[in-house]
C-alpha cells in the first residue's frame, strides 16, 4: 500500500490549509484511516482518525473544534481540513492505515504511512 500526503505549506496563524492523502488501492477502504504530527525533536502524535465508512471519527483534544477529518472510498483519498491554525499546529502531518476497520488513535496500530507533508504556520 502506497500513500502520497500532500497539501501542505506556510500559512499564517488563523488561516487554513487542507490535507489530502492518496492511496495506491481500493483495499484500504475496509480500514480505517488516521492522521498523525510530528515537530521537531517531538514523537508522533495522533491528530485525528476516521472509521473505513466514515461514520466515526475521534480527534485528539487539541485540534476538537478546528480540524475535520474525512475519506472518500471512491477515490481511495483521505483528508484533514485545518482551520484556525496556531503556531503549535507547525509540524510534518502523516496519514495512516490503520489494521483495523475502526478508529484507533494508537500509533502501534496503523501498518501503513504516507511520507508527510509539512505544515508551517507562521505568527
Known amino acids: 500500500v502506497q500513500l502520497q500526503a500532500s497539501g501542505g505549506g506556510l500559512v499564517q496563524a488563523g488561516g487554513s490549509v487542507r490535507l489530502s492523502c492518496a492511496t495506491s488501492?481500493?483495499?484500504?477502504?475496509?480500514?480505517?484511516l488516521g492522521w498523525f504530527r510530528q515537530a521537531p525533536g517531538k514523537e508522533r502524535e495522533f491528530v485525528a482518525a476516521?472509521?473505513?465508512?466514515?461514520?466515526?471519527?475521534n480527534y485528539a483534544d487539541f485540534v476538537k473544534g478546528r480540524f475535520t477529518i474525512s475519506r472518500d472510498n471512491a477515490k481511495n483519498t483521505l483528508y484533514l481540513q485545518m482551520d484556525s491554525l496556531k503556531p503549535e499546529d507547525t509540524a510534518v502531518y502523516y496519514c495512516?492505515?490503520?489494521?483495523?476497520?475502526?478508529?484507533?488513535?494508537?500509533?502501534?496500530?496503523?501498518?501503513?504511512w504516507g511520507q508527510g507533508t509539512q505544515v508551517t504556520v507562521s505568527s
Open positions: 495512516g492505515v490503520a489494521l483495523g476497520s475502526t478508529v484507533t488513535s494508537r500509533l502501534e496500530r496503523y501498518r501503513y
Open positions: 476516521i472509521s473505513w465508512k466514515g461514520g466515526e471519527t
Open positions: 488501492t481500493r483495499t484500504i477502504s475496509n480500514n480505517g
